[in-house]
Each structure stands twice: as structure tokens, then as C-alpha cells.
């Protein structure tokens, strides 16, 4: 059984930078594509970045220049460095992975960007 943990969110002001972090467990890590989505209040939820397991990463144009999202399968961990962060950037952070047909999410991240 996949299992995914989130940390790392939490209050910031515009323009500052936060580190989330997803462990997984319960599954091989190194060679599954991660992935990072959010979904603010009334939207749908949606996909920020994404890196493969050979590390070729993707991104939303909202937040390109801005977010980098890595891996380390040493840990089975992925993060997702965001710098210069916005309003707009506030949402309910998941981390997630796919397994054949079966996806995979973790609780979710609050950040939350305001002054």
C-alpha cells in the first residue's frame, strides 16, 4: 500500500519561500513519476510540477521561474522548493504518484500566502 506524507506548509508573505516536502512508503520510489498538485478554495484541484523518474521535470506556467521540484530516492522524498510566492499561490498542497491504474494522494498541505 502507497503511502504519501506531506510537510513543509504554513504562513508566508508575499515574496517569501517555502519547502514541502512527500515521503513515500510502501512502495519502490526511484523509478515512479511524483508529483505535486494544489487546489484552492472553489477551484479545482491542479497540477504544478512533476518529475519522472529519471528527473525530467514539468510545470505549470502559473508558477515556472519560481517552484522547483527535485527528488531525492535515497529518501523516498520529493520536494517542491517555491520562492517568490504570491496570494494566488495559496491552496491545499498533495503530493501524489500513479501505480498502474490506482493513484496515490497524501493529506494535503496547507500554504497560505498573505500579509
Known amino acids: 500500500q502507497v503511502q504519501l506524507v506531506e510537510s513543509g506548509g504554513g504562513l508566508v508573505q508575499p515574496g517569501g519561500s517555502l519547502r514541502l516536502s512527500c515521503t513515500a512508503s510502501?512502495?519502490?520510489?526511484?523509478?515512479?513519476?511524483m508529483a505535486w498538485y494544489r487546489q484552492a478554495p472553489g477551484q479545482q484541484r491542479e497540477l504544478v510540477a512533476s518529475?519522472?523518474?529519471?528527473?525530467?521535470?514539468t510545470y505549470a506556467r502559473s508558477v515556472k521561474g519560481r517552484f522547483t521540484i527535485s527528488r531525492d530516492n535515497a529518501k523516498n522524498t520529493v520536494y517542491l522548493q517555491m520562492n517568490s510566492l504570491k496570494p494566488e499561490d495559496t491552496a491545499v498542497y498533495y503530493c501524489?504518484?500513479?501505480?498502474?491504474?490506482?493513484?496515490?494522494w497524501g493529506q494535503g498541505t496547507q500554504v497560505t500566502v498573505s500579509s
Open positions: 510502501g512502495t519502490i520510489f526511484s523509478i515512479y513519476a
Open positions: 501524489n504518484t500513479v501505480r498502474g491504474v490506482n493513484l496515490y
Open positions: 518529475i519522472t523518474g529519471g528527473a525530467a521535470t
